[in-house]
């Protein structure tokens, strides 16, 4: 069994795909093609915002939205301690300091409580000036906006909404990548919404913001004609070359209806078959995915908690050689990177996230995983807990 299975993914779709990558071949025109102007008309459409700009993946996503939002030096970023490296490695990465907060135990997700704590702590320092949340939508599920927004109006906070693994996820009928002032997401292959290479996305609201984000993507052209062709050569700052290929954009229109119509709620249909599975199994020590009705999640992970007692290295050696892939994400506390040792960064206190770190697991899903096979992987689990 795969992780993810991107090939089963392919192979249904292969006709689709295949002849919408052969059109961009004819039409050789590779870089803001076509697909590319649709695909963010599309995108907008469905996440309900205004502006859907195309990127070259979701660092690079995040790094411009902070540089419209000119942040540099001396400002303060707040980020969940428990997530991928970029959440935090961007907004360092333009000169500004993230101050890791710790997360909800059961939602994986910032802790709205803990957020303003940290608001206050860095406030009461007096150092640096707080200016941007980073809300990341983590393991598919959207963070908790209702409170979080209050928190960013309290205090004049600008939300930023990671929403790399969180496409598709809705929070009160509202979709992932709309509660962000500005929010970004990922297509890397093993996202919800995956490209077949590196690939990423910026939503806004805002006028300016998205003019500044067109510009800063195509290394700072003059945005104030979009039709001169020559603006492009008339830099008016300094920007990045991001943006997506005709040939991925072409490929996520494809995948992007079946996501729509079917992969999301197969999806749910998969996750809600391992929560049936660990009960009829009464595996009662593990903590399941957990969230209130007004979320729903698109998946990108299905994570438990394992007990302590439980050593999780042969747990995942023994799945292995069961044919079960497991992972863990993540098995280090952001505050704890190496990148942030020495710096304000490294003071943080995040114990829910130090606790989670050592007993997460991951397990196998997509879309295409069978009830059969979900009953496998719980199965092979109880085996091992009453074995050890
Ligand atoms: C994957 C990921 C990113 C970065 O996306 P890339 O397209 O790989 O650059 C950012 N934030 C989170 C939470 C992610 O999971």
Redesign the pocket.
């Known amino acids: 069994m795969q992780f993810r299975d991107l090939s089963k993914q392919y192979l249904r779709l292969k006709p689709q795909i295949d002849s919408a990558i052969q059109d961009v071949l004819h039409s050789s025109n590779f870089i803001s093609g076509e697909p590319v102007k649709k695909l963010e008309k599309v995108l907008a459409g469905y996440v309900g915002v205004k502006h859907c700009i195309t990127c070259a993946?979701?660092?690079?996503?995040?790094t411009i939205a902070l540089k419209a939002w000119n942040i540099g030096k001396g400002d303060a970023v707040f980020v969940p301690d428990f997530?991928?490296f970029?959440?935090g490695e961007c907004p360092a990465g333009v000169g500004a300091t993230p101050i890791f907060v710790d997360v909800d135990s059961r939602t994986y997700n910032l802790d709205p409580e803990q957020l303003e704590i940290a608001v206050k702590k860095v406030l009461a320092e007096g150092i640096l000036t707080p200016k941007v949340v980073v809300s990341?939508?983590?393991f598919g599920l959207p963070a908790n906006y209702e409170q979080i927004k209050e928190i960013c109006s309290k205090y004049n906070l600008l939300l930023l909404e990671?929403g790399?693994?969180g496409f598709g996820g809705e929070l009160k009928n509202k979709k992932a990548c709309s509660f962000g002032d500005i929010s970004?997401t990922?297509?890397?292959p093993a996202?919800p919404l995956g490209c077949y290479g590196?690939?990423?996305a910026i939503f806004t609201d805002n006028d300016k913001w998205a003019d500044l984000i067109r510009s800063f993507c195509v290394h700072g052209k003059d945005t104030s004609n979009p039709n001169d062709p020559n603006s492009k050569y008339n830099n008016i700052r300094l920007g990045f070359n991001s943006r997506l290929d005709s040939i991925q954009a072409a490929v996520l229109l494809q995948k992007f209806e079946s996501f729509r119509t079917n992969e999301l709620v197969d999806i749910n249909q998969v996750a809600k078959w391992y929560n049936e599975c660990f009960i009829v199994e009464e595996i009662s020590d593990i903590l399941l995915p957990c969230f209130g009705n007004d979320f729903y999640s698109s998946w990108?992970q299905y994570t438990v908690q394992l007990p302590s007692s439980v050593n999780r290295s042969e747990l995942q050696r023994k799945l292995r050689t069961l044919g079960i892939p497991t992972n863990v994400y993540y098995m280090k506390p952001m505050h704890l990177q190496g990148a942030f040792l020495g710096t304000r960064s490294e003071s943080a206190d995040c114990p829910i996230t130090e606790r989670l770190c050592s007993t997460v697991l991951s397990l196998p899903i997509d879309p295409y995983k069978t009830k059969d096979e979900v009953a496998y992987v719980v199965s092979s689990i109880k085996e091992f807990l009453n074995n050890n």
């Open positions: 993946n979701g660092t690079d996503a995040l997530t991928f970029s959440s990341v939508d983590l990671d790399a693994q970004t990922s297509f890397f996202k590196d690939g990423g990108a």
